[in-house]
Every structure is written in C-alpha cells, then in structure tokens.
C-alpha cells in the first residue's frame, strides 16, 4: 500500500537558518501524527513543502506516492490553515458549495459536510456570525471535499473551548478510522498525548524524537512518580520499606526509574493492608517533550 506521506533525509535553508535538516517521517493510512516543536521549529515549513507551496533543498518527498503539489497529490491531500479565513456573507452552506464546484463536484454534497462536522443547523447562517469554533469547523468541512487520503492541520484546535476540542478530535478518530492520514501540529500537548498515535518532535529544524507516547517513554527514560498512600499508624513502617521515599501526611512520595517499578509494586504489595492506596504517574508528554527540547539546546 503506498504511504500517504513519505519524507525522507528533507532539508531546507532560508537564507541564513536551516527551517529543516535531515527530517525523515512516514505516515501511515489511518494514522494519527502529532507535529511539535517550539516556534520557528520548522513545523510550517514542513507543512508548506508537503503542500507544495515551498521548495525544498536536499531529501525526498513523496504525498501518496506523487511529487508533492502535483495535481494527483493534490487531489488526495487536504489542508487547514491555522486561521481560515471564509467569506463572512456567505452561509457556511454557499461557502463548502463553491469549494465543492471547484473541485468539479455538486454543491449539494454541502448539507451533508456541515452536518458531519456538526453544522447543520447554522448552514443557512452567514459565517460572518459564526463562532471561532464553527470557522474551524467549515474549514475540516472544506478539508473533506474528495475524501482526502491525508490532512495536513495547522493547529486546527488553536483557540477552540474543551468541547469543541474534544469534539473535533472524535471527528479526526472517525476520518482515521476510514483509513484517512493526520498529521496535525500542536502546541497543546495533553490533547495531543490522548488523542493521536505517534509523535514527531521537531527542534531547531532537526527531528528531535518520533514514535508512539510508549516508544518515546523508553526512550527519554524519565522516572516515573509514586503516591503511596498509608493506613492510620503504618507512615513509618511504609516509609522504612521504601528508601528515599518523602513522607506528605499520609502519603509517601517516590519517584524510580522504568526498570525499579515493579520491584518497588512488588514491595508495595507485599506491604498487604498497611497500604490503604497506590497511584502511579508516568512522564507526561510536558515532560518528555521538555526532555527531548531541552536535549537539544532549547
Ligand atoms: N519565508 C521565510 N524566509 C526566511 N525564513 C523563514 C521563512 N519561513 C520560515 N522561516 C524561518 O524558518 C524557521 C522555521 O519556521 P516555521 O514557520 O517553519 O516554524 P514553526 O515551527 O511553524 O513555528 P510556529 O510554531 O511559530 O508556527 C524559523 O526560523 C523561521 O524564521
């Protein structure tokens, strides 16, 4: 099966800054791919190149098997900017017909995007009265005409409430599912860590990490938190079962490295009904995300 998106060895210099040195990333068909990294990371850049809006230096890159920019690459790929702007007299209803009829198909399918992305009953509104919110949703509407193989977001859910946070990801887990490709960029890193499967960090142009939020776990071997929580009386004898760990009231505080945890669970278990409770907090991707960047000089 060929790739939605395939980059290999990418590099791209504007004059005097390296946006992207030696970036190499494949998506595959019905993945979700969070794109990270600071400003001026080189995250549009990217984007910009697989669109094919920007020319690239050195590397390759393929979009479902075309030159990116092409018209079969083009036909396959759909793009939402970070601030779509749309025609604020028209309906979102006129808006989406135009996009479709540009794209040779009927305005008719408009109802039927809207709807999808949960715009049905503001179709005959003008957008000038839409919400952010509803803006971002006539754009993932727009983004859907043809059935895109991959969609390329810029930030898609910057300034979106949780709801609509939540909703417009439910939305991405229903394109994946049909097999459609994400790759989105990000800045709001806890809805990134619950919601795709792979993680690119990008720093200063250079692929910082990349793989699933496990995958990067191991890799930044981060240690891993503990609370456990004592019976009226046991503190101390917990606290002497479990060397360096921090008494808070009634809780112990730990923090072990990913090879010490079950030996310490084994202990905690072992420890029977002087324990009343045991939470366990891994690195968050705040945390590995601050690991890698820092790694890397940032
Ligand atoms: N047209 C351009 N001319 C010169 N330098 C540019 C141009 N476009 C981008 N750059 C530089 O390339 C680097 C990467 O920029 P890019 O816009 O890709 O970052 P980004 O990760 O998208 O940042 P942000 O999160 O702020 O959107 C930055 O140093 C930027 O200043």
Redesign the pocket.
């Given at each position: 099966m060929i790739s939605p998106l395939n980059i290999s060895d990418l590099t791209k210099t504007?004059?005097g800054?390296k946006?992207l040195d030696a970036v190499s990333l494949t998506v595959a068909p019905g993945s979700r791919v969070a794109l990270l990294?600071?400003?001026?990371?080189?995250?549009?850049?990217?984007m910009k190149i697989i669109l094919g809006l920007l020319p690239f230096d050195a590397g390759t890159v393929t979009v479902c098997g075309a030159a990116p920019g092409s018209a079969e690459a083009r036909r396959q790929v759909a793009y939402l900017p970070e601030n779509a702007a749309f025609h604020p007299a028209l309906t979102g209803e006129e808006q989406i017909g135009q996009y479709l009829a540009l794209r040779g198909e009927s305005p008719k399918k408009a109802r039927e995007l809207l709807e999808r992305v949960g715009l049905h009953d503001a179709a005959r509104r003008r957008i000038g009265t839409y919400s952010k919110g509803m803006r971002q949703r006539v754009g993932l509407a727009q983004a859907l005409i043809g059935k895109p193989k991959l969609l390329v977001l810029d930030?898609p859910t910057s300034g979106l409430d949780p709801v609509s946070r939540r909703d417009f990801y439910a939305l991405l887990d229903g394109l994946a599912a049909e097999g459609a490709a994400v790759l989105l960029?990000s800045?709001a890193l806890t809805e990134v860590e619950a919601r795709t499967d792979q993680i690119v960090i990008?720093s200063n142009?250079r692929m910082a990490a990349s793989g699933t939020l496990s995958e990067l776990r191991r890799a930044a071997a981060l240690p891993v938190t503990m609370h456990v929580t004592a019976r009226n009386g046991y503190g101390s004898e917990i606290a002497d079962a479990l060397p360096g760990a921090i008494r808070v009231g009634a809780d112990l505080h730990l923090s072990c490295g990913q090879d010490e945890k079950l030996g310490i669970l084994a202990c905690v278990t072992g420890l029977g009904d002087k324990v009343a409770d045991i939470e366990m907090m891994p690195p968050s991707l705040e945390d590995i995300y601050s690991h890698f960047s820092r790694r890397d000089g940032q």
């Open positions: 504007f004059t800054v946006a990294g600071h400003n001026g990371a080189g995250k549009s850049t990217m930030e960029s800045h990008l142009g």
